[in-house]
């Protein structure tokens, strides 16, 4: 990177918010991805457009690669700077602008923590319901770059479903805005669809117009112990095939019960033991319509095999609850030395055929694999755990597991990734579910935004 | 067009599916929009998707541009061909060829009627809520093409909301498939939603995978007359900020009310000499819910002025009162010899400012302006009535009144279309609401898939 660039960007930052020395760009060099580790040659903390546009147009004078970072929550490396180069960190634009409860709709920018905004709007009796495990350190940015998702996805849909305006600054430093607070908007291609999960390949997203629900004014929790994963998945198809549709129905198997045992010392009323959990919440206007519903999914889960349905009691058993879904990620890492995990996703009724497929992967390369996950959606995280292995071992054995997790879920209809996105991790595993054709098709359209491919090179493909 | 072309093109269709004489290729000169007439060199009626592909293999190889067309119930001009060429109909085209119960989806092809899938997925139990006014006519494709909308988008979403698989042929003939019955799918760009929407200039859709939702149980529709159009559309902003969530805000002024009355004869209870009008429908999974809803609706409504709240009582009486506001269109029509109309759309809250600001248009110009629509999503259709004007005073006219409404909508953070599109009709406009630079990149994205520019020539920029 040449002397003359970073000056350059130095005079645009002002003091201290270009960070060069080794032990400043430290937590820049990975993100929550297993095993990345990846130094930046500088890191610039911006402040606002302006300042983004002005680093973007020289790096695109000078030729100097950019990598986009908010949160660095991501788990596939999309954050890293395979490249080398400048990362830009919009950690410092975290403002939430506007919440505008006329319009149902608040205006953030990237750095927004996406728990704070579901507290704020909470406040005003507003609703945003994407809600990623991680929710209380990843950003709205890094939402929107991997279009997220959460539990709440079943019933609400993902990021992409709410973002209704975009400013961005392109690879050549020009801002442009689309959208803005109109719910319907077809006049031209949809170019903040195409941004939303574009994973900073196409533009640096600067700020972004949200639509907002009114908060749900009831809901219920339920947690419903099986005997087996195959019951547990068969009554998760059941429920999304019933005419019933509750806000979150999410999995974990007994792998996962047992981890989360350890990690948070107990575990909600009757999951203990459990061969596999589903998480039900219902939400609605009214207790009333709310009561009904579980009732019914109680009737369903009990049809296929349930023994009990425990409905959490009061909003300290709904946490507690939630906690342990949300912290299955930790709990699994902190059981095994290292692990990979792949959030494929497959038709809803294909959930049993993906559990029952992942356990002949478990047999044939003997390997502990635990899984969690939004089951409603068919999405599923899939945990192989390192164990005992040594490192040489492991490295070589995990391409070969991740071909056949990738192999399996496409064969049953299904996906890559439903929200964590490609990143550097998944990339050598595009050819399974796209043709050539496919693939250079969206290398143009990249090509299209950043014919000098500045913008987080080396990504999805 | 060469011989050696169409001569091609009757040996991929075999006897009969080809068009060249005058009066075969008639009903192919116009769609619905206003005072548009082109005619095609020639039509082909395909069959399949391998068809289509060798047409369009065929049509890059000679050069030949190509608009495909599935109803031909668009109303920007968007299935005309401008630059003559052969028309690509994909009328016949119309089997639904599943669905899937169990994966809440549907497959279909483009030619399937709207209005005939929704009858066939809710007689399973399901539910496809987008609902254009035309629906008995219009068809998938074209909702694909167009991301149509319709009163339920408010609380539903649009066209695009729902497709979740796409089988395309590219310009060059290469049958592409994306996503499937999979609900989150983040691998890659989001091609489906850049498809969705581009008005068959990127690809030719030949299939599409579209979810489904169960069928709500119960629902009711309100009928609310009001003293002003301010006062109705004041009242659609307040309903849409109170956390109550109607599948229809429906909105229509005096205007609409006569001319509905004129074309059926008589009107549903209430609305008879009212200034404005709104319709609400309230749906949901049980009967008290609806009610404890609509009577919510109900209070808004005589808070912000209205004398009386009129539910439809059987359901005839929802029946008519759907079709009064279905048939405005061609209420309107027969009312004044010819009309134009656009359907802008601005941030809800803005609905009253736009009202407002449309009576200063007409004042301007000395016109009738007729207005309906969807006020819940801001989306209103604007007809501008031709009255006694003569056609050349008419043509002078129509393009300054219409820089007008476009101006004034996108002043008030809007946009030009909310559901029809840009087509032939509004792509004059789109420098009101696009810079130089955003228009550049669509078109960049266009060649990205189309680079001979065969496909749907002189549409949208």
Known sequence: MPDAFLSRIEGVLGPGALLVSRESVEKYCRDETEGLFMRPEAVALALD????????????????????????????????????????????????????RDNLAAVVQPGVVTGVLHR?????????????????SCTIGGNVAECAGGPRAVKYGVTGNFVTGIECVLASGAIERWGGKVKKDVAGYDIIGLLVG???????????????????????DLLVP???VGAAAACASAVVGSGTVPAAIEFMDALCIRAAKDLLGRLPRGVEGAEA?????????????????????????????????????????????????????????????????????????????????LKDIERKYRVEIACFG????????????????DEQAWAGLRKEIMADIFTLAVGL?????????????????????????QIRLMKRIKAAFDPAGILNPGKIF
Not at 374 to 386: E, F, K, M, Q
């Open 120 to 136: 704020a709007v909470e406040e005003k009796g507003l609703f945003y319901p994407p809600d990623p495990a991680s929710l209380d």
């Open 277 to 357: 959990a589903l998480i039900f919440q219902i939400d609605g206007s009214n207790p009333e319509t709310v009561e009904r519903e579980s009732l019914k999914v109680g009737e369903i889960c009990q049809a296929c095999g349930a023994g009990d349905v425990f409905v959490a009691a009061s909003s300290s058993e709904k946490e507690r609850l939630w906690e342990m879904r949300r912290k299955l990620r930790e709990a699994l890492l902190a059981r095994c030395r290292t692990k990979f995990s792949e959030d494929v996703a497959v038709p809803p009724a294909s959930l049993p055929g993906l559990v029952l497929g």
């Open 413 to 437: 209809g299904g996906t890559l990734s439903g929200e964590h996105g490609i990143g550097l991790a998944k990339k050598d595993f595009m050819h399974l579910k796209f043709s050539r054709n």
């Open 374 to 389: 939004h089951a409603g959606d068919g999405n599923v995280h899939v945990n192989v755990l390192r164990g005992e292995r």
């Open 226 to 228: 099986f005997g087996g």
């Open 49 to 100: 457009t302006g300042q983004v546009s002005a680093i973007l147009r020289l790096a695109s004078r000078f030729g100097v690669p950019v990598t986009p970072r908010t949160g660095g929550t991501g788990v596939t490396g999309g954050a890293l700077p395979v490249a080398g180069g400048l990362v830009l960190s919009l950690e410092r634009m975290n403002s939430i602008l506007e919440i505008d």
């Open 198 to 220: 574009s994973e900073g390949t196409l533009a640096v997203v600067t700020e972004i117009v949200l639509r907002l629900l009114p908060k749900p004014a009831a809901s219920a």
